[in-house]
């Protein structure tokens, strides 16, 4: 887990209870400890934020099979000034889910959020032909109705978490279509940067001052011409007009490293703005591990070099 600059005593999520929101931020040793408040929509969880109800904010930002989370990443380029404090990254195993006492052969129709309900389609041809797929708010809130209403005819689609919450027995485990789904989650807060790890993330809103051919060649040319790696691009409608679109970026490294600083002031000085959204520490099972390299690879290079300014004569 790494280090972040804020620590909260309340923390907002994308509720209800049993989501994978908050299943991923159970993670989060230190954000578990605080006073967690369920909200009903993203803007809820970052209204909090910013109008001080709650110290950090939870949400989801990206899938891996369904890309963007368009609510969190529009309101964080257009609605709030926030900073992203931190990523976790969460494996998403989906389970069919049913009352005390109902088995599979008694399903008749599968309630879920319609995202998940998409995710286990060749379950369904297999295992339950004909099922009639009912749409829910959120996982979570799928298994929330069936705990409150029992029917042996009746399964959810949500997480263990869900099941163990609102009393239901899991039907069938493991049930998505696609193996190694995940999401990311972003905690953000009024402000202040985590400090570099040596394993960090950039994000920013490129913003053009007129639609021309070469705006995004010349964009992109500034991350090239570093040797800094993108892990995401996405355009967004600015929602000024038709066709007028900005782009935000997700790139290896942080504010503090010379180079991407560099390249941050040269898009700053020749576009129509740039919105920072954060530097924080990558999530991923990976992470520690490159931290760890980074840190090594630190501690060796420093070694290199004071052995090289101890053979300094003096003047």
């Not at 195993?93 to 009352?99: A, E, I, Q």
Request: hydrophobic content about 45%.
């Amino acid at each position: 887990m790494a280090a972040s600059a804020i620590t909260p005593s309340k923390v907002a999520f994308l509720g209800p209870l049993g989501t994978f929101t908050e299943e991923a931020l159970l993670t989060q040793e230190d954000y578990a400890a605080a006073a967690l408040e369920p909200m009903s929509t993203i803007g809820d969880v970052l209204e909090a934020v910013r109008s001080g109800g709650a110290d950090i904010g939870f949400v989801p930002i990206e899938n891996a099979i369904d890309g963007v989370v368009r609510d969190t990443l529009d309101a964080l380029i257009f609605d709030v000034d926030l900073l992203i404090q931190r990523e976790v990254a969460l494996e998403v195993r989906l389970h069919l889910m049913g009352s005390r006492g109902a088995a599979l052969r008694d399903v008749r129709r599968v309630v879920s959020y319609p995202v998940a309900l998409s995710q286990c389609r060749r379950f369904f041809a297999e295992q339950l032909p004909g099922v009639e797929a009912v749409a829910a708010n959120s996982t979570a809130d799928a298994a929330r109705q069936l705990g409150a209403h029992p029917d042996r005819h009746t399964a959810a689609i949500a997480p263990r978490l869900a099941a163990d919450l609102y009393g239901l027995t899991v039907l069938a485990e493991d049930v998505e279509d696609f193996e190694g789904n995940e999401t990311r989650f972003v905690a953000v807060g009024p402000g202040g940067i985590p400090p570099p790890t040596g394993h960090d993330r950039t994000t920013i809103v490129c913003f053009q001052d007129a639609d021309r051919p070469g705006n995004l060649h010349g964009i992109l040319g500034q991350f090239a011409a570093r040797s800094i790696n993108l892990t995401r691009l996405e355009s967004r409608p600015t929602k000024q007009g038709l066709g007028d679109y900005c782009f935000a970026i997700d790139l290896a490294g942080h504010v503090a490293d010379e180079v991407v600083a560099d390249c941050l002031r040269d898009l700053r000085a020749n576009l129509a703005d740039v919105k920072f959204l954060g530097s924080y520490p990558a999530g991923g099972r990976h992470a520690p591990q490159r931290r760890q390299e980074a840190d090594d690879a630190w501690r060796a290079a420093d070694g290199w070099l004071a052995g090289l300014r101890a053979q300094v004569r003096p003047a």
